[in-house]
């Protein structure tokens, strides 16, 4: 059973800097770091709501986190999900014939790890990790800086929404939950610990939205387009992000990916 999502990967070309965004200005606490040669990362875990945000800057130029550096720039990479039992669920994955990537789980920074291909699993490199005993019960981890933040969802673009939903929900055992409205997108979502995985693919009549994001998907392929973080209150993460913080629009705030290290970032009042 996938019991939450554990953390969503993040490349970034430089640790440090990507700490000065999620940590200095964000708030969020540094809880493991380390250099993962085999993995050809360094990488630090920094809990937010019941997830994690894992950072991720390659040190081996022949590794798959550095070739994805250079051909599509810092940004999402993956979203993993904790179980109890990496083993079987591997197993599990293998026998609804899952493209794997590694056979067996190895060690990671989250835990037992290991992965399935994203040609698998509608381009959203996927995952799996049990961490060690001690690490089991994860509180809800607060910010100092900005009340209330915590991961709500992970957008991916699809071609087709359902379709994708349906695959994470029966073949990856998943819940299906509410996914909301977009203009121009048809939307579907699963959810596990209270963080939703969103796929959304554009809306044949849907205008301009619906433009830009099939633009988006000749352009980039399905997979991983976003994070949605929730706030207790949208003018107060406004005051903290400074120069940063656009004009809110319609209760939400949009940070340029420019200012992210290539992150899609929303934040809202949590629902
Ligand atoms: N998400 C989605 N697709 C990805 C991807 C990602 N993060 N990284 C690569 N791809 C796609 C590429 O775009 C490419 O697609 P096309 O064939 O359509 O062009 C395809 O996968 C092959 O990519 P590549 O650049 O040729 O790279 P490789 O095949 O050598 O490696 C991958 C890709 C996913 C197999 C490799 O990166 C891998 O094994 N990843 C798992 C391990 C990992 O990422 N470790 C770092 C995290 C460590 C941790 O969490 O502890």
Same mark, same amino acid.
């Given at each position: 059973?996938?019991?939450?999502?554990?953390?969503?990967?993040?490349?970034?070309?430089?640790?440090?800097?990507?700490?000065?965004?999620?940590?200095?200005?964000?708030?969020?606490?540094?809880?493991?770091?380390?250099?993962?040669?085999?993995?050809?990362?360094?990488?630090?875990?920094?809990? &937010?709501?019941?997830?994690?945000?894992?950072?991720?800057?390659?040190?081996?130029?022949?590794?798959?986190?550095?070739?994805?550096?250079?051909?599509?720039?810092?940004?999402?990479?993956?979203?993993?999900?904790?179980?109890?039992?990496?083993?079987?669920?591997?197993?599990?994955? *293998?026998?609804?014939?899952?493209?794997? &990537?590694?056979?067996?789980?190895?060690?990671?920074?989250?835990?037992?790890?290991?992965?399935?291909?994203?040609?698998?699993? *509608?381009?959203?490199?996927?995952?799996?990790?049990?961490?060690?005993?001690?690490?089991?019960?994860?509180?809800?981890?607060?910010?100092?800086? &900005?009340?209330?933040? +915590?991961?709500?969802?992970?957008?991916?673009?699809?071609?087709?929404?359902?379709?994708?939903?349906?695959?994470?929900?029966?073949?990856?055992?998943?819940?299906?939950?509410?996914?909301?409205?977009?203009?121009?997108?048809?939307?579907?979502?699963?959810?596990?610990?209270?963080?939703?995985?969103?796929?959304?693919?554009?809306?044949?009549?849907?205008?301009?939205?619906?433009?830009?994001?099939?633009?988006?998907?000749?352009?980039?392929?399905?997979?991983?387009?976003?994070?949605?973080?929730?706030?207790?209150?949208?003018? +107060?993460?406004?005051?903290?992000?400074?120069?940063? +913080?656009?004009?809110?629009?319609?209760?939400?705030? *949009?940070?340029?990916?420019?200012?992210?290290?290539?992150?899609?970032?929303?934040?809202?009042?949590?629902?």
């Amino acid at each position: 059973m996938l019991r939450r999502v554990h953390h969503v990967g993040l490349v970034v070309r430089q640790l440090e800097a990507g700490l000065a965004f999620w940590q200095d200005l964000l708030g969020l606490r540094v809880s493991k770091q380390a250099t993962v040669r085999d993995q050809g990362v360094r990488a630090a875990l920094l809990p &937010i709501g019941r997830s994690e945000i894992e950072l991720l800057e390659p040190i081996d130029s022949s590794g798959g986190v550095a070739k994805f550096l250079a051909k599509r720039g810092e940004g999402l990479h993956h979203v993993c999900f904790e179980t109890a039992d990496v083993d079987a669920e591997l197993a599990a994955a *293998r026998a609804q014939a899952f493209p794997l &990537i590694d056979e067996k789980p190895r060690a990671g920074l989250a835990g037992m790890i290991c992965f399935l291909h994203p040609k698998g699993t *509608r381009g959203v490199l996927v995952e799996f990790a049990t961490p060690p005993p001690d690490d089991a019960a994860h509180p809800h981890a607060a910010s100092t800086r &900005i009340p209330g933040l +915590a991961l709500d969802e992970i957008v991916a673009r699809s071609r087709d929404a359902g379709g994708a939903a349906t695959l994470f929900t029966e073949r990856l055992g998943l819940g299906r939950a509410p996914a909301g409205t977009a203009a121009g997108l048809v939307r579907a979502a699963v959810q596990t610990g209270g963080v939703r995985l969103v796929f959304a693919s554009p809306d044949p009549g849907g205008g301009a939205e619906a433009a830009a994001w099939a633009a988006a998907l000749d352009e980039q392929g399905e997979g991983l387009a976003g994070l949605v973080l929730g706030v207790d209150d949208v003018a +107060a993460a406004s005051a903290a992000l400074g120069t940063q +913080a656009p004009a809110p629009d319609g209760g939400m705030l *949009r940070l340029d990916p420019a200012n992210c290290h290539g992150v899609p970032l929303t934040l809202r009042s949590a629902p």
